[in-house]
């Protein structure tokens, strides 16, 4: 009898630390493929024009294939989301994820670099789906769904750790160091998290679990439109915020701190922004982000203070995460049978703006300042807010 009365307890127990084991796997997977993967580039940035004379729109170049690179990942991920289930491409894209970011220190030639930030984008294309999809379906089958705002915090510790890390690397051998360092830290937290996460048995997938509930896939055009106009705003901000506080007279020593300070209020919004949807509501959380982001990337123009420049970083990595958790759900919400590659898809639109803001803005500050591209950035932030407010597709 007591062992028939512990047994539902301990299954419990044991399914939450299943359901833990996977999300801790998946985190560490977003650090390497988003946080450090994508984002290492961000405070490496001013060292490489400082050592080397790049311009602003080489820079933004680099940036812009990188980001060419996750949308076509994205878009094979929806056209053929078979390859989310193959293991050689999941391994593959790991690996090219942290040799391509070792890579990047080994040799100071623009065209390799483009090419290396193109298959960087790529691999974490197909890793962010992969990861998000996994950790969803895992969490899912064990019961703990409210979890699952966690996984995206990944990325705002991987912005954290390279904020921190690249300082101390470029005083031991400049930009080279900091692309070896931060290539071996992703090359400890991938085999970390495959030690943790480990393969799972064969589970439902996600799309049958949800599909009972939710019925058909529904309405994401408006929803991809809004996330699109993100990618653009938010990709300016995150390219190009240390490098500009790195040129501001009175702030120039703050500048890899702010990218510390993006990271660790990224870290903690995904839980922050899923726990505000529960309260007034996915729309209007998603559409308050997006309000507090535009806000945050006009201040960022006048940021001359240690304080602005601080609460410019604080608005920026409060919200970009948590418009991705906000939106993806919603995404996974309507999608009915066709989780994945409605994930794929929303993956894709958040990448058309990302590709064409950095070489926009790197162009356009050359000529003249961050000023305006900050403003087009803002712009096109309010239009997504706009955008997701006026939606009637939100429960």
């Not at 919004?269 to 945050?296: E, K």
Request: charged share 10%; with cysteine; proline share 4%.
């Amino acid at each position: 009898m007591g062992n028939d009365t512990n047994r539902p307890v301990y299954e419990k127990s044991r399914d939450r630390l299943a359901a833990l084991r996977v999300l801790v796997g998946g985190i560490l997977g977003m650090m390497v493929a988003m946080g450090i993967g994508r984002f290492a580039y961000t405070p490496i940035l001013p060292l490489m024009q400082r050592d080397l004379g790049l311009t602003h729109a080489e820079v933004g170049s680099l940036a812009s294939l990188n980001y060419v690179g996750y949308l076509l990942g994205a878009v094979a991920c929806s056209f053929f989301p078979s390859l989310l289930r193959s293991i050689p491409v999941n391994v593959g894209a790991l690996a090219t994820s942290i040799a391509t970011t070792l890579f990047m220190g080994a040799f100071a030639s623009p065209p390799w670099w483009g090419f290396l930030r193109f298959s960087a984008g790529a691999a974490s294309a197909i890793l962010f789906v992969v990861i998000a999809v996994e950790v969803a379906e895992a969490l899912a089958l064990h019961g703990e769904t409210r979890m699952g705002g966690a996984l995206y915090g990944g990325i705002g510790l991987g912005i954290a750790l390279s904020g921190l890390t690249v300082p101390l690397l470029d005083r031991l051998g400049g930009w080279r160091a900091c692309w070896l360092g931060m290539g071996s830290s992703a090359l400890v937290l991938a085999v970390t998290g495959l030690l943790l996460a480990r393969k799972r048995s064969a589970s439902p997938p996600l799309d049958h679990i949800q599909g009972a509930a939710v019925g058909k896939s529904s309405g994401i055009g408006r929803l991809a439109l809004a996330y699109t106009c993100e990618g653009f705003g938010y990709i300016i901000s995150a390219t190009f915020l240390v490098a500009m506080i790195g040129r501001t007279p009175g702030i120039e020593q703050y500048a890899s701190l702010s990218w510390v300070v993006v990271g660790l209020a990224a870290a903690p919004s995904t839980i922050l922004w899923q726990q505000a949807a529960r309260r007034i509501g996915v729309q209007r959380a998603a559409v308050i982000a997006y309000a507090i982001q535009a806000a945050g990337i006009l201040l960022s123009i006048r940021a001359g203070t240690p304080v602005t420049a601080g609460l410019a970083a604080v608005c920026f990595g409060g919200t970009f995460l948590g418009i991705v958790t906000l939106v993806m759900s919603e995404g996974n919400r309507r999608a009915g049978e066709n989780g994945r590659r409605v994930a794929a898809i929303l993956t894709a639109c958040f990448s058309i703006g990302q590709v064409i803001g950095p070489t926009l803005a790197g162009l356009v500050a050359d000529r003249g300042g961050f000023a305006i591209p900050l403003l087009l950035a803002a712009l096109s932030v309010c239009s997504g807010g706009i955008l997701i407010a006026t939606d009637r597709r939100f429960r």
